[in-house]
Structure formats: structure tokens, C-alpha cells
């Protein structure tokens, strides 16, 4: 039987930062007339590497941080311009599957706004959640031109060279 070596959950993170794809901007709507990536691509993509190290992720609760004008916390204020904004400090917890008493509290703070009361609190969460696992996780995103070129790039690169002390060195046939 094999020895298991049993990782804490920051040797979990360290190794579920380095199976983070690139990810590609694609256009998803047309109120956006640029490229990006979703909350639910970065999902798809580290959801395989925090199920291989065994970490799970939970948002605990949200906390209002703005008041009315009674005093009161609330989640959402109308703005002047007539949009509702949503604010709350948002506390996330992970955890190790293998230890589940060794969890990391964090919190993050978002923001939202939108002319529904409901697109603020999706728009707050998503781009709160969105920007906290990409810094993370270092994930980087190229635009689909970039993909493209880079993809060029590398079909131009004869398959028989090999790294060799730094430098690009051909291989010699046998």
C-alpha cells in the first residue's frame, strides 16, 4: 500500500493555483461590447483541481454594510441616478476535506449596482467572486485574437527542436 502524504490547506492551494487553465475571453451579451471571462468559466475550471486535492469552498453569509435612512443596515440603497446598489461584506470559507477542522475565513467586500433590486445583489456577487478567485488564483485570460496568434505562433515552431541550456537546439535525427 502507498503512503499518503497528507497536505495542509495551503499546500492544497499552492497546487490547485498551478492547474489553473488560461482562460479564454469569449462575448457573452450585448450590453458588453468587450471580451471576458464568467464567473461560471472560472468554475469550470478550478472546480476539477479543488475536487483532486479534496477542497471545498463555501460563502457563509453576506453582512450589509450600507444604512438606510432610519439607521438600519440594509443590503440595498436607491441611488440618486435611480439605481439600486448592493453592498455587503461577504465571508467565504475553505476547507480541507482530508482535516475539516482546518478552514480559512476570508472576506471580501462587493459591490453592485442595476436598475433591479435583484441584478445588483447577482451583478455585486458575481464580479465580487469573479475578481477574488482570479486574484487567488492567479488565472490569467487572453482574448480570442491572442489565442489565435499565440496558437500560430506556436504551430511555426519545428516539432523536432528540443530546450537545451536555454537556447532552441535541433534535435539530430537518429
Known amino acids: 500500500m502507498k503512503n499518503y502524504q497528507y497536505l495542509n490547506l495551503e499546500q492544497k492551494m499552492l497546487r490547485i493555483r498551478r492547474k489553473m ?3 479564454l475571453k469569449r462575448f457573452y451579451n450585448d450590453e458588453a461590447d468587450y471580451d471576458f471571462a464568467t464567473l461560471d468559466d472560472i468554475y469550470e475550471a478550478m472546480t476539477p483541481a479543488l475536487n483532486k486535492y479534496g477542497v471545498n469552498f463555501d460563502i457563509v453569509r453576506e453582512i450589509p454594510t450600507q444604512y438606510d435612512e432610519s439607521g438600519h443596515q440594509t443590503y440595498l440603497v436607491l441611488d440618486k441616478d435611480d439605481y439600486w446598489r448592493y453592498e455587503a461584506d461577504v465571508e467565504l470559507c475553505w476547507t480541507n476535506a482530508d482535516r475539516p477542522e482546518e478552514c480559512r475565513h476570508v472576506t471580501i467586500h462587493i459591490t453592485g449596482t442595476n436598475e ?5 445583489h447577482g451583478t455585486a456577487l458575481t464580479y465580487g467572486l469573479k475578481y477574488y ?9 487572453v482574448s480570442r ?6 496558437s500560430m505562433m506556436e504551430s511555426r515552431v519545428p516539432t523536432r527542436k528540443i530546450i537545451r541550456q536555454g537556447r532552441y537546439m535541433e534535435k539530430k535525427k537518429q
Not at 478567485?133 to 485570460?141: L, S
Not at 485574437?145 to 499565440?150: C, D, E
Open 133 to 141: 478567485f482570479r486574484n487567488k488564483f492567479c488565472i490569467r485570460q
Open 145 to 150: 485574437k491572442i489565442r489565435i496568434m499565440l
Open 21 to 23: 487553465p488560461t482562460l
Open 116 to 120: 433591479i433590486p435583484d441584478k445588483a
